[in-house]
């Protein structure tokens, strides 16, 4: 109705006067790119993530195609890195991720009009961890050979969400794709929520085992602690830790396993982690649809909010945002290696 209409058209309106504002900024050069280097297409797409039921997502949001989300971005904006990762459908009734690539490859093909924008990445989440069997292996060596796939993953070690008692299945599927992103020469995507000394240690020994020194890695959406990432830096050179919209965020509010006053806020924590790691180590991404960058929080974040994780960086770092574009920017193509230097 006319409701829904005025509602959309306000939304839209917000999202446009954001980019006015990110294109006016006096420390990002003309000429400046950047890239969104972890998202989920499919799930932004048909809104199956937990969020996307919501009204504040429903009645804000108009559903659109890829094209017509690709046609959403800044002009900056060189495109995206999608990751397919679950075997398993997001929510009931939906298209998997593995489906949704398998259905959509057509996006990525030279003659698409939006495949200069898209790569992608395939394995299997830890959340999905119990699927990972020898079919899986076929259908992820399958994707993994097409030319637009630039990563294995995400995949690691989730003690956020999951018991230790599922250690056993997740680091078998970590371990199998470790081997694989090095057999096939393409970056290695790690999910880690690990929550302890003694889980940092574990997924060291797994990286250690299976991937050379030299091998490309993105650590996505880094919420662990200062140390361990200075060792995995230290390790791996080419190496990059991913920041998401979650940075932007004034308050968690206390939910999840680490809730409690012994900790500090997730806010200080973040600022700690960006402030502690060398600017030429990060990689901005959304993580989208989930974390959407404030002022937009609770919305669906795509790769056109990405942005927003990159102003709070050069706001932490003391440097300006054109900086942050730049070596984010070469960092995405030294992880991802996209023919576009």
């Known amino acids: 109705g006319a409701f829904t209409a005025g509602v959309r058209e306000a939304y839209a309106q917000r999202y446009a006067a954001d980019l006015k504002r990110l294109t006016a900024r006096p420390d990002l050069p003309e000429g400046a790119r950047w890239f969104d280097s972890h998202c989920h297409l499919e799930s932004i797409l048909q809104r199956s993530w937990r969020g996307g039921g919501k009204p504040q997502v429903v009645e804000n949001e108009p559903l659109v195609g890829l094209e017509e989300l690709v046609a959403l971005w800044p002009p900056g904006l060189e495109g995206c890195v999608s990751n397919f990762a679950f075997k398993r459908e997001s929510k009931p009734g939906f298209v998997a991720e593995w489906a949704w690539i398998e259905r959509n490859l057509r996006f990525f093909a030279p003659e698409s009009p939006i495949s200069s924008k898209l790569w992608f990445t395939v394995g299997i989440h830890p959340h999905d961890a119990g699927n990972w069997d020898s079919a899986a292996e076929a259908f992820v060596r399958r994707l993994g050979a097409h030319p637009k796939c630039v ?180 960092s995405t193509v030294t992880v991802y290696g996209m023919g576009c230097a």
Not at 192 to 198: D, I, N
């Open 151 to 330: 990563g294995i993953g995400e995949c690691g070690l989730d003690f956020f969400k999951h018991d230790k008692s599922e250690a056993a299945l997740q680091l078998t599927a970590f371990r199998a794709q470790a081997k694989l992103a090095v057999e096939l020469g393409k970056a290695l995507v790690v999910h880690g929520r690990l929550t302890s000394r003694e889980n940092e240690e574990l997924c060291l020994q797994v990286l250690e085992q299976f991937v050379p020194a030299e091998h490309p890695i993105h650590v996505h959406c880094y919420s662990d602690s200062l140390q361990y990432a200075k060792e995995l830096v230290a390790r791996w050179p080419n190496l990059r830790i991913g920041f998401t919209g979650s940075i932007t965020f004034i308050d968690r509010g206390g939910k999840g396993k680490n809730k409690g006053k012994d900790k500090p806020p997730m806010g200080e924590h973040y600022r700690g982690l960006i402030q502690g790691l060398p600017l030429e180590r990060l990689l901005i991404e959304t993580d989208g649809p989930y974390m959407c960058p404030e002022p937009f929080r609770g919305q669906t974040a795509h790769p056109g909010h990405v942005h927003r994780v990159a102003e709070r960086i050069a706001e932490w770092k003391g440097v300006t945002l054109g900086e942050v574009m730049a070596a984010t920017w070469q």
